[in-house]
């Protein structure tokens, strides 16, 4: 069946193809270097094609007489007549710089450069080509490649190898292509409808399905959430006077038009800002054309560089689209050097077509069945934009070296060269060992995170390897067993955890482990073992509180859809409480007083007795407005810009399995996080719950508020800085948290010298929780983050009933926590 399904399409496409001649040629400026990415259109069909990097382009056209428009950002668009005949046609192309015509300009104090007036214009008329289209349809071809320029020998202690057999230094790493359908209607609906998609080497992947249509006509440009989530502000914005500055270069004539030639350059550095050219329409003030570039100076993280062009073609009367995008991003990290280019064609548009009910769905991006098995004789006459001689033989090798990782005996040779033990894997890092033949995974933790101290167990190892294997692409197991043993009291503990993933569509897995393990007497586990020792042993602060327990944990997670997502679980605990053991010390004598009990002494004057309990535990999350990826056999969600609901029910069963507990607890949560653009991003985590019953309550079944007293910080939304671990634990009917940071993402520091040089953020703050009058905590807190991108240094200051507790500082990574 397979084989006349090829054939078929095969015979479609010849057919198709079959009475149209090549015509192809070469696109250099008038100094004979080659201009990548030019765009040719046929006047009469507008069909069109797009040069490659290297100036070259192919058109397949029936035999006739046809126009032939080539035409590049900053240089003067050139037509051919030309007759396709039988014969293949070759037809290149000059083009020469714009020959640009000053206007009269009175030179003196106080005059302004026309360019103002012409941006003016272009601003008045910004909302109007903005909203111009109701809706419309396009197809899309995109092209995206990564090369290295050069790479380091090694990177944190492991060998950097690409397993291609080349040890240059100048390589492509990542090579794809993609054709699409794009729809939008306004307001903002849109849907990506995939028809074909590969990437380099990688036959079961796909290649980039989001052609995001980044207009000028926005006030604000969002180009990446990874460059800026800020965005960054056009040069015809509503407010761009106040932020650029514009100089007129001169005119030229196109098409009987008058195009203004504009130079933009920003006011202040630092500021998200683009330099380069603008050409404007004159009389229309539509846009023509642009070529901007972002710097480090323009408040972008990640890349070094990003130049952008568009070029815009008319495809009505009085409408222009996008043509062409073309971005070059270039970067230095860690010793790789990193250069690119995507290119974006946009053709065959539909203005205002009708689109029927339910077209627009919560699904942004559709892969068909089959889009990622095209042959390359599909591709050789699709593709609107010629490969290079080096991505074609990027294609060819990779392949091939696809075809050989299907041989065990060779994917288990390039293990062996990767699976070395290396001293800050070993150490620091963890270390992974993989198993290509079998798709499976062995993954150790760092000795640092192995080897602890606590005053229940004094020194302690615990081994607890990860052991993944990938059944099918919907389906995978994981295994985590769990060595512990503590020197001091002499007890070994070990448990087994198990997870197994699958579904078809949305994912849902199934948790199951049991065993003798140790749990912090807030099983949400607010304190890390490695920051605890460290603070034990030179401080004598033992804020870490365990007890031992035999348990077994059912947890079934199913994805339903349309964001929502179910979670129920069983969980059985034999608690059995642990006496403190170590008086281990390193630190002044005066610091050892410090030490306490290894129970909350702030809620029991002494432990718990040995006890059972039985829970059943039942959560629904609900995020109105998540939108999906549709892959051919399962479904990704890629967020919402709404909040996440999530409600919460635990039940303590008494007398089941011997359960000494009886109680009934809730929770519902809202967490959103808000880009504000310009201003930043607003995160905020809110919470009300409590116990609709309490009658039969141990320690561990308090709802305990994650605190925290040592300088690293903890989860930022879901803890509480300076709060003490276990004194506002509580069993009231209700209670309320709330959590919220504002990230300014450089505004404000892009203002303060030498702050804004090193790109660092200022972000601010406050988390709070109140159970009544008497029992209530609130903290506020600015920091800066970003330095060094990774790290944030908040300082606190916390206030409880009886007033202002304390301030300190914390410190912790951007966007999670040591541990996290």
């Given amino acids: 069946m397979k084989r006349y399904l090829f054939l078929a399409v095969f015979l479609l496409v010849f057919q198709q193809f079959s009475f149209a001649v090549r015509v192809a040629g070469v696109v250099k400026d008038d100094k004979g270097n080659l201009l990548p990415f030019a765009s040719l ?32 950002v900053g240089y003067t668009m050139t037509e051919k007549q030309i007759t396709v005949a039988h014969q293949p046609l070759q037809v290149d192309f000059i083009l020469a710089l714009h020959e640009l015509t000053l206007k009269e300009i009175v030179i003196g104090n106080g005059v302004e450069d026309p360019a103002y007036e012409i941006i003016r214009q272009a601003i008045k008329k910004r909302a109007y080509y903005k909203n111009q289209v109701d809706a419309f349809q396009c197809q899309v071809y995109i092209k995206g490649q990564l090369q290295l320029r050069d790479y380091p020998a090694t990177l944190l202690g492991q060998k950097v190898d690409f397993a291609d057999g080349d040890t240059g230094k100048n390589k492509m790493i990542y090579l794809s292509e993609t054709v699409a359908t794009y729809s939008f209607q306004k307001p903002q609906k849109e849907k990506v409808e995939v028809s074909s998609t590969r990437v380099s080497g990688q036959s079961e992947n796909f290649g980039f399905g989001s052609p995001r249509y980044a207009t000028f006509y926005d006030n604000n440009i969002q180009i990446s959430d990874a460059l800026n989530p800020r ?62 570039m972002l710097t480090k100076k323009s408040q972008m993280e990640l890349a070094d560089t990003l130049r952008i062009e568009h070029l815009y073609v008319p495809v009505t009367r009085d409408v222009w689209m996008i043509r062409s995008q073309v971005i070059y991003p270039a970067m230095k990290i860690l010793g790789f050097d990193v250069t690119g280019s995507f290119v974006t064609v946009y053709s065959d548009y539909k203005i205002n077509p009708a689109f029927g009910k339910g077209f627009f769905n919560n699904t942004l991006v559709t892969y068909d069945k089959g889009s990622n098995k095209k042959p390359p004789v599909y591709w050789d006459t699709i593709r609107p934009v010629p490969l290079l ?32 033990i290396t001293a800050t894997g070993l150490l620091i890092f963890g270390q992974t060992f993989g198993r290509q033949s079998k798709h499976a995974r062995l993954s150790y933790p760092p000795l640092i995170e192995v080897v602890n101290f606590n005053t229940a167990e004094g020194f302690n190892i615990n081994l607890s390897p990860t052991y993944i294997r990938k059944l099918s692409e919907n389906k995978s197991l994981s295994l985590t067993p769990t060595v512990r043993y503590g020197f001091t009291n002499r007890h070994l503990n070990a448990d087994l955890a198990m997870k197994y993933a699958f579904g078809n569509g949305h994912m849902n897995s199934l948790d199951l482990s049991g065993g003798k393990k140790i749990f912090q007497i807030n099983n949400d586990n607010p304190v890390r073992p490695i920051v605890n020792s460290y603070n034990t042993l030179l401080f004598g602060d033992n804020f870490l509180k365990i007890y031992e327990a035999g348990f077994a944990r059912l947890v079934y997670t199913r994805g339903v859809g349309e964001g929502i997502t179910i979670k129920a679980a069983l969980e059985y605990q034999d608690r059995m409480p642990l006496e403190n053991t170590d008086n281990t010390f390193w630190g002044k004598a005066k610091y050892l007083s410090r030490r306490t009990p290894n129970y ?14 039985f829970a059943a535990d039942f959560s629904i999350r609900y995020q109105p407005g998540t939108q999906y990826i549709q892959l051919p056999d399962r479904k990704i969600s890629i967020g919402s810009k709404y909040p996440a609901f999530i409600l919460n029910y635990t039940k303590g069963f008494n007398s089941i399995l011997g359960s000494d507990v009886d109680y009934d607890r809730w929770k519902f949560s809202i967490r959103d996080d808000i880009n504000i653009k310009m201003a930043g991003m607003l995160d905020y985590h809110l919470s009300i719950g409590g116990f609709l019953n309490n009658r039969k309550l141990e320690i561990p079944d308090y709802q305990h508020f994650n605190g925290n007293q040592m300088l690293v910080a903890t989860e930022y939304l879901n803890s509480f800085q300076l709060a003490p671990y276990y004194a506002h634990s509580t069993a009231e009917k209700l209670y309320g948290t709330l959590n919220m940071e504002h990230h300014l993402n450089g505004f404000l520091t892009n203002k303060i010298p030498y702050i804004k040089k090193l790109n660092l953020h200022f972000l601010w703050g406050i988390n709070a929780f109140v159970v009544h009058k008497d029992n209530y905590y609130y903290e506020t807190f600015a920091g800066l983050e970003n330095i060094l991108k990774v790290l944030r240094v908040d300082y606190v200051w916390g206030w409880t009933h009886l007033g202002f507790r ?9 966007g999670g926590i040591f541990g996290n």
């Avoid at 069909?45 to 032939?68: D, F, H, M, Q, S």
């Avoid at 990027?394 to 050989?404: F, G, H, N």
């Avoid at 060779?410 to 062996?416: G, Q, V």
């Avoid at 304390?806 to 951007?814: D, E, V």
């Fill in 600 to 613: 909350p002494v702030e809620l029991i004057s002494e432990n718990f007795n040995r006890h059972q309990s």
């Fill in 41 to 72: 259109i046929v006047k009469e069909t507008r069909v069109g094609a797009t040069a490659n990097n290297e100036g070259k382009y192919v058109l397949n056209l029936p035999e006739g007489n046809y126009t032939l428009q080539c035409m590049h």
């Fill in 806 to 814: 304390t301030s300190a500082f914390r410190i912790g990574f951007r």
């Fill in 231 to 292: 965005g960054f502000i056009s040069p015809i914005a509503e407010n761009a006077l106040n932020f650029y500055r514009y100089k007129f270069m001169g005119s030229f004539t196109e098409n009987g038009r008058l195009i203004n030639h504009i130079k933009v350059t920003p006011k202040r550095n630092y500021e998200p800002l683009f330099s380069g050219f603008i050409n404007i329409v004159e009389d229309e003030w539509r846009l023509h054309s642009l070529d901007l």
């Fill in 389 to 420: 001689d080096e991505e074609v033989a990027d294609y060819r090798k990779k392949d091939s070296l696809e075809q050989l990782r299907n041989d065990p005996g060779y994917l288990d040779s390039l293990d062996r060269r990767k699976n070395k």
